[in-house]
């Protein structure tokens, strides 16, 4: 074979595609545009090899992509297909007139074995070039093998089974090893196991095949002329690999093993078998016999019979015993393929229907045998001339409309999942058919998932009356709705809950159907609380609530609204009710601040304690202010239990949350003020006397005490807003103790505080008329003199009563004067050691070397006026005016020009007495002196080293460039 082209034979292009039941186009559906874009490839394309025989075939077997067929009596030709172009000829070396008979190849494609027609048998490898014959096996006209897929490997068989034409089963095996002269021989052994009988004598194994089930058993299927015989059971202890197929034989023994027999007769049968994988079970099987073919499935792990679901289907017209007889058969997936001697007929599984026939050419002979390659499902048939290959191609693609036309709708969903038009359909069928069998709940779930109009379907079930299978068709569209579909969902949302509500207002009130009533219940609050239509349900929950309302229906109007999570609703309805107990429930289940500022103020006239209690279980999450309206109505009936409980919470905001709100602080103000007294001036008190740290407004605080009487509190504010006469005054009405205190606040104002203290003692002297106790606030008081005290007394008080009093202030007065004599003298010693210093600093010098230079320009410092200070420093004049000027403000800076200016147009001094007399006494006539200027100018720049004076610290925060030459030395760097 030289190459295998991808063509067809011009004489042989005809192509079949395969139609089970119905033709290929798509059925147009409402939904869908089915436009075929392409031509569909047909299921069974013929391809004739480009290859011409040296000899005629005699005999051809492919397996695992390695093709072998016999040429004439002596050649075997094995072809790699996937290296077509290298063909390996092997020559038999037979010399007389023996021919092949048949040719078995393994399922790994590794192991050959031909038969002779003289009883002997020879054995070829795959990676061996020597065909080596098997002396066990002669004597024996090999028929058919059995093949052990579990077991075998490319160079062991493992145990095989052997079918002969006399009858007879034998187990064998061989090895691929090949050794020396004295080497193994390749058959390991063979041993006979069963002999098959067919009306009372020995008869043909024709076809063998051996399986081994999940659970262990093993499974043989052996066909005779006429017959066909199932072996199962388990093996020996050891299993299958260890005894063979020896104990699976043993146990038919002492009776035949159950059979399928028909009476006409090929002479021949042939048993072919669909395996989806390789290596995995078979599925199916077909035998081809003389009454028709036995077609049925494969279930390795049913206990009596491997065979289900067996039908016969007969042959097609001018195909059997009495006319063309079939030559051999194949299986696929839902076909299987008949051979005759000039055409290839294809027969569906599901229908019996001829689908496909393939004539032949007669130039090419008559055709001899098919075989299945199961690794790759091609399909091969030869002639002593030639050789064709069958492609199959998308074989199920329609066979869903065959199922479909048998109502097997499972089977004709699963092979049309991946086509939506043709998906469509089987669901439109199958909903049809469901609704005339009056199984109206699957209809429904059917339509649902179709592209059916709506509104047909469900006029379809309210002329049937069948509200429930409305209901699941309204749900399953309602799951199945776009995001975007809002309108769509509305009306469904809307209908179902209306379907429902008439339903439960039928069953209820009903005894007999109380069980019913309670179903659809649940089913309509599965419904409502369905997470895959809440979107739906809240974005029509206003609509809902009128249709609950509308039927009354209560119960479910609170079970939506607490599913709808509108607890307003909830809240609203036991308040309508009178259960405030399970509203304020609702309310501290959910936690809603906003419902809480809604409902608090109904709530808090029939439950207080229990709502305060929720205020303060909410902590910071509530906003007290929004509070105050509903705690301002619940307190103005003035009874205790009202005001403490607003109190409570106030105590709990202020005391434990920490606020700081205004009006939160008056309110507990007015709050105690009316109702705890006694704790007014407690929280006054903590709050502290700082008017920036008090949380409530003090004008409203003094107010509110005024009004209602509490002096003490009002001394108190007027503490805390220092107006500490007003304090003084309210005080002496309450207690005098109380106005001492006051007096003593203002510590930094004595002034004040002496004013205070007289206010207080004239009040002792003038209204309590006891002069020990005024004598008492004079000594608590250092800035009270007795001759401030004394206008307060009346002209008969005699002077004994101040005699200690005169003598101390006198004493006071006297150490004052010994204070202020010693207070003289040390400043006098002081204004004398000044004096001094002054003297010894006009004599201080410095020594300026002549290598001394300039601390700014660094030149020699003798060649211009300079300045030397204190600290060493020593400038060029120039030098130090240059760097000192930028640094002064802006006014010395004028001052400093305005000195130069006049120093510059004032004339040199003069030389000698007279004349510097002279000048002195013109300048004394007409303005400053030389010198007088040069003073003035050296108080300006010379005040203090610029190196070591305050210059220096205060330049640390100037900018290295000045500001206003910001930008223009920021252009001179780019």
Not at 376 to 392: D, K, M, N, S
Not at 510 to 519: K, S, V
Not at 624 to 634: E, G
Request: with cysteine; proline share 5%; net charge negative.
């Amino acid at each position: 074979m030289a190459s295998i082209l991808d063509e067809y034979e011009d004489s042989l292009s005809r192509s079949a595609v395969l139609q089970p039941g119905c033709p290929s186009v798509g059925i147009p559906h409402s939904g869908y545009v089915n436009a075929q874009l392409e031509k569909e490839v047909p299921i069974f394309t013929k391809q004739r090899i480009d290859f011409t025989p040296s000899e005629r075939i005699t005999s051809l077997v492919v397996s695992c992509n390695q093709l072998c067929m016999s040429l004439g009596k002596d050649t075997l030709l094995r072809i790699d297909l996937g290296k077509a172009n290298e063909p390996n000829h092997v020559e038999l070396g037979r010399k007389d007139d023996t021919k092949v008979h048949k040719m078995f190849l393994d399922h790994t494609g590794s192991h050959l074995l031909v038969a002779l027609s003289n009883t002997e048998v020879l054995y070829m490898n795959r990676n061996g070039q020597k065909v080596r014959p098997l002396a066990r096996w002669k004597g024996q006209l090999v028929e058919s093998v059995g093949w052990n897929k579990a077991l075998g490997t490319e160079s062991s068989t493992g145990p095989i089974l052997v079918g002969t034409a006399q009858g007879q089963i034998f187990e064998a095996e061989l090895s691929a090893s090949e050794g020396g002269l004295f080497g193994p021989a390749p058959d390991l052994y063979f041993r006979p196991l069963y002999t098959l009988n067919e009306e009372g004598g020995p008869a043909p194994v024709c076809s063998l095949e051996a399986e081994r089930g999940p659970d262990g058993r093993g499974f043989v299927i052996a066909t005779t002329r006429q017959r066909l015989f199932q072996f199962i059971g388990r093996a020996a202890e050891g299993g299958v690999e260890a005894q063979g197929f020896s104990g699976l034989f043993a146990a038919y023994t002492d009776h035949p093993p159950p059979f399928r027999e028909f009476p006409s007769n090929l002479g021949y049968s042939e048993l072919a078998f669909y395996t989806p994988k390789l290596r995995s079970a078979p599925r199916a099987f077909a035998w081809m016999m003389g009454d028709g073919v036995l077609y049925g499935s494969l279930d390795c792990g049913r206990p009596d019979s491997l065979l289900g679901e067996e039908r016969v289907w007969e042959y097609p017209e001018g195909v059997g015993p009495g006319a063309s007889p079939p030559l051999a058969i194949v299986l696929t997936q839902f076909h299987f393929l008949l051979l005759l001697t000039d055409r290839v007929e294809a027969v569906c599984t599901l229908t019996g229907q001829v689908v496909l026939r393939d004539h032949f050419l007669e130039k090419f002979g008559p055709l001899r045998h098919m075989v299945k390659d199961s690794s790759t499902g091609q399909l091969w048939a030869y002639t002593e001339r030639a050789v064709f290959r069958y492609h199959v191609q998308r074989e199920s693609r329609d066979v869903w409309r065959t199922y479909l036309d048998m109502n097997r709708f499972d089977l004709a969903k699963e092979y049309c999942r991946e086509r939506p038009d043709c998906l469509d359909t089987v669901l439109a069928r199958e909903a049809d058919f469901c609704f005339r069998q009056h199984r109206y709940l699957e209809s429904a779930r059917c339509y649902a998932l179709t592209q059916s109009y709506f509104e047909e379907i469900a006029l379809k079930f309210l002329e049937a009356r069948q509200e429930e299978a409305l209901v699941e068709f309204l749900q399953r569209k309602l799951a199945g709705l776009k995001p975007a579909e809002r309108t769509q969902a509305t009306l469904l949302t809307t209908w179902l809950t209306e379907l429902y509500l008439s339903r439960l207002g039928a069953l209820q009130g009903d005894p007999e159907a109380l069980n019913l009533y309670r179903e659809t219940r649940e089913c309509f609050r599965a419904f409502l609380s369905n997470p895959r239509h809440k979107e739906w349900l809240f974005a029509s929950r206003a609509s809902i609530h009128e249709l609950l309302a509308s039927h009354g229906d209560t119960e479910h109007m609170v079970y939506f609204a607490v599913i709808m999570q509108d607890y307003e609703q909830v809240v609203a309805y036991h308040c309508q009710h009178e259960a405030y107990e399970e509203a304020l429930a609702v309310l501290a289940r959910h936690r809603d601040p906003q419902l809480f500022y809604k409902f608090s103020p109904i709530l808090i006239r029939h439950i207080p304690c229990q709502l305060v209690d929720a205020w303060m279980e909410m902590g910071s999450r509530l906003d007290a202010r929004q509070l105050i309206p509903a705690l301002v109505n619940y307190s103005q009936g003035g009874e205790a239990q009202q005001v403490s409980q607003a109190i409570r919470y106030m105590e709990f905001c202020v005391n434990v949350l920490g606020e700081t709100e205004q009006a939160i602080h008056n309110y507990l103000l007015s709050l105690y003020a009316r109702g705890q007294p006694a704790s007014l001036l407690a929280y006054l008190e903590q709050a502290g006397a700082s008017p920036h740290r008090v949380h409530y407004d003090l004008k409203y605080a003094l107010r509110l005490c005024a009004e209602h009487g509490h002096h003490r509190a009002c001394v108190h504010v007027y503490k805390v807003l220092e107006l500490y006469e007003e304090a003084v005054d309210l005080a002496l009405q309450v207690d005098v103790d109380l106005a001492k205190q006051c007096a003593d606040l203002p510590e930094e104002d004595e002034e004040l505080r002496k004013k205070l203290w007289l206010k207080i003692a004239r009040h002792v002297v003038q209204e309590e008329e006891d002069v020990q106790t005024a004598m008492a606030c004079l000594a608590s008081c250092p800035l009270l003199k007795i001759e401030d005290v004394l206008p307060f007394f009346p002209d008969f008080v005699t002077i004994d009563h101040f005699k200690e009093a005169i003598c101390s202030s006198l004493k006071a007065y006297n150490h004052h004067i010994q204070e202020l004599q010693r207070e003289m003298e040390e400043a006098t010693a002081s204004a004398q050691r000044i004096r001094r210093d002054l003297q010894e600093l006009r004599g201080r010098y410095g020594t300026v070397e002549p290598q001394d230079k300039c601390a700014t320009c660094e030149f020699p410092l003798l060649n211009r006026p300079f300045y030397l200070f204190l600290c060493g420093h020593m400038f060029h004049a120039d030098c130090l005016l240059q760097a000192v000027r930028p640094s002064l403000p802006a006014y010395k800076q004028a001052r400093l020009e305005e000195l130069q200016r006049k120093l510059g147009a004032a004339p040199p001094p003069a030389k000698g007495s007279a004349r510097a007399k002279e000048a002195e006494g013109g300048a004394a006539a007409g303005g400053p002196s030389r010198e007088q200027l040069k003073a003035d100018l050296d108080e300006l720049v010379a005040a203090e080293c610029m190196y070591c004076g305050e210059l220096m610290i205060r330049s640390i925060d100037r900018p290295f460039i000045d500001p206003q030459r910001y930008e223009e030395e920021h252009l001179s760097w780019l």
